[in-house]
């Protein structure tokens, strides 16, 4: 299982963000909390893997504790193909 964040940069109030998803939400939320990301900045979306947008700072610390860098393209179909045949796990599930 892994944690991926993407080279796509965006300009946000100041910043430069990227993206951040995982295998499993489990997992996601640790590296939100290992790289201090709080929990009310994750994405959830009806029908849509949750992930969290993540400035270049915490981008890089996500990094240094094992996230896989990965294309924006790349990120969006591996995430999605999992998300789309179960992979992807919600802890409610």
Do not use: F
């Not at 270049?56 to 924006?72: C, D, F, I, Q, T």
């Not at 179909?77 to 802890?91: A, I, P, V, Y």
Request: proline share 4%; net charge positive; charged share 30%.
């Amino acid at each position: 299982m892994s944690v991926y964040v993407d080279c796509y940069r965006v300009r946000y109030r100041g910043m430069v963000m990227s993206h951040m998803m995982a295998d499993t939400e489990t997992e996601l939320d640790a590296m939100a909390d290992a790289i201090g990301v709080a929990r009310r900045w994750k994405q959830t979306k009806p029908g849509r893997p949750p992930h969290y947008d993540v400035c270049e700072s915490k981008r890089r610390a996500a990094m240094r504790l094992g996230a896989v860098e990965v294309s924006p393209k790349g990120l969006v179909k591996k995430m999605l193909s999992n998300w789309l045949d179960g992979s992807t796990r919600r802890d409610d599930r």
